[in-house]
Every structure is written in structure tokens, then in C-alpha cells.
């Protein structure tokens, strides 16, 4: 797969710009990059503020793979963003990666991670991935790279450092499955042996995190040493 990038100045939200050409029949590999976004969205419907100064994009895949597997992408995702940060931070800030797909340094959020599918006659009809890294500003409580390396990093230069990040696990995972992009993850698991809390529809759970299984889903051990694996939910480290 190869990316080609089309830059826009200020979009309701890149995920809609992809999707539309993915209706067009868009090919694998198209990029949409915002300067700014009106509507940027997160994960359960959040909004994602999207000023200006930092990374907004939105790649298309249309991976040959299960429905049941999408999720997998999410990983892949995360593992592409901490490698491309891997170019732009010294070794000491530490990265890790918050299930299911945030990206933090040094204990704070620098970048989210939006996966969004389409299935048609349980055909994976293709995937969207959107990238927001704050490189300039950050909203409270998180961090942006130019705080985190004090200097004035470039976005475009990120972009395709992360995009370059992203093909080549990309590749591992379609060539090598779900196994090694797994193991990578999970020695960059944020708050593993933590006491949690997750947040789903049916009800919370809490007890201590364990890692993910082989599909990517959550565990919590309880206090009966029980394991509950978690699908979909919002974590809370206590
Ligand atoms: C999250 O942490 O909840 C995910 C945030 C994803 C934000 C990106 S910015 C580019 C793309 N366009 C959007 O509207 N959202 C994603």
C-alpha cells in the first residue's frame, strides 16, 4: 500500500471527508489532512477540538479481513503513532499506549486514535482511521510535542512520519496477523497490574488490569480473581 495525502484547510471533520470518497470508490491508502476542524469528533461520540497547530487526518483502508477483526486496526493505529514519536521525543519521556487507543507521554494524552467501519453483508466494505496529535496546543490536562520536546515541530513532518510508521505495521499485521502487533502493544500497555475501573453500557467493572487477550479485548481480574474480558468501554485508571 502506498499513501497519497490531499490537504484541506477546514473541514466539518476528516473522517467525513473519507468516507465520502470511499463511497466513490476511493482507493486504499487516500489521505485527508485539515489544517482545522469544525466537527472533529472522538471515540463515543465525544467532540475532538480541533484548532489549528496540530495533526488532523484521516486514512483509508480496506483491509481483507473478518468484521470481527476491524478492531484490530486500533492497535495497529496506536503502535504507529508511538513509533513515529519514537523520531520526534527523547528516550526519556515515556510512551505508552491507553486501551483502546490513546496515546500518551509521559502519563498524558498526546493523540486519539478514531476507527470508524463500514460492513456491508458482513463485508468489510472499508475502515477510516483519524489521527489527532496535538503538536501545538493541547486541551487541559494533556500534552502536545512541542511542550514535550521544546521545540517548533513540524506537522506535515510528523504526518508522514507516522504514515510511514503505519504501512510498515500495517504490513506485519496483514502479512502476520493480529499475534505480533499484540506483543508490541503490550509492552507499551498504559496501567497494566493498575486497579481500574471500565465504563460500558451494561455497568462498570473494577478490579486490576491485566493486558489485552488475542483479540484485543480487556481484562480485568477481579477481586476473586475472576478475569472479565471487555469488549468496548472507558477506562478509568483509580
Ligand atoms: C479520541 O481520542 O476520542 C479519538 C480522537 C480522534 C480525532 C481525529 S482528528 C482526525 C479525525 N477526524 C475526526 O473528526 N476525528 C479524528
Not at 487541559?140 to 521544546?150: K, P, S, V
Request: charged share 25%.
Amino acid at each position: 500500500m502506498k499513501y497519497f495525502v490531499k490537504n484541506m484547510e477546514c473541514v466539518e471533520s476528516t473522517q467525513d471527508e473519507v468516507k465520502k470518497l470511499a463511497e466513490d470508490g476511493d482507493r486504499e491508502g487516500l489521505v485527508i489532512q485539515a489544517l482545522e476542524q469544525s466537527q472533529g469528533r472522538g471515540r463515543q461520540g465525544k467532540k475532538w477540538e480541533s484548532p489549528a497547530g496540530n495533526l488532523y487526518m484521516s486514512l483509508l483502508l480496506r483491509p481483507e479481513c473478518l468484521a470481527d477483526d476491524v478492531g484490530q486496526l486500533a492497535f495497529v493505529s496506536g503502535l504507529a503513532v508511538s513509533s513515529a514519536l519514537d523520531v520526534f521525543l527523547p528516550s526519556t519521556h515515556v510512551r505508552t499506549l491507553k486501551w483502546p487507543n490513546d496515546v500518551m507521554v509521559d502519563g498524558k494524552k498526546i493523540a486519539g486514535i478514531l476507527t470508524e467501519t463500514s460492513i456491508m453483508s458482513g463485508r468489510v466494505e472499508y475502515v477510516v482511521a483519524g489521527f489527532g496529535v496535538n503538536v501545538e496546543l493541547a486541551p487541559e490536562g494533556a500534552i502536545c510535542l512541542n511542550d514535550a520536546n521544546g521545540r517548533e515541530n513540524s506537522v506535515e513532518g510528523l504526518r508522514d512520519t507516522l504514515l510511514e510508521s503505519f504501512l510498515r505495521i500495517y504490513k506485519v499485521w496483514q502479512e502476520r496477523g493480529f499475534a505480533s502487533v499484540r506483543k508490541a502493544w503490550g509492552r507499551q500497555a498504559h496501567g497494566l497490574n493498575m486497579p481500574v475501573k471500565v465504563s460500558m453500557t451494561e455497568g462498570d467493572v473494577v478490579g486490576t488490569y491485566r493486558g489485552i487477550d488475542e483479540k484485543g479485548w480487556f481484562i480485568v481480574e477481579d477481586k476473586n480473581g475472576n478475569s472479565r474480558y471487555i469488549k468496548a468501554g472507558s477506562v478509568f485508571f483509580l
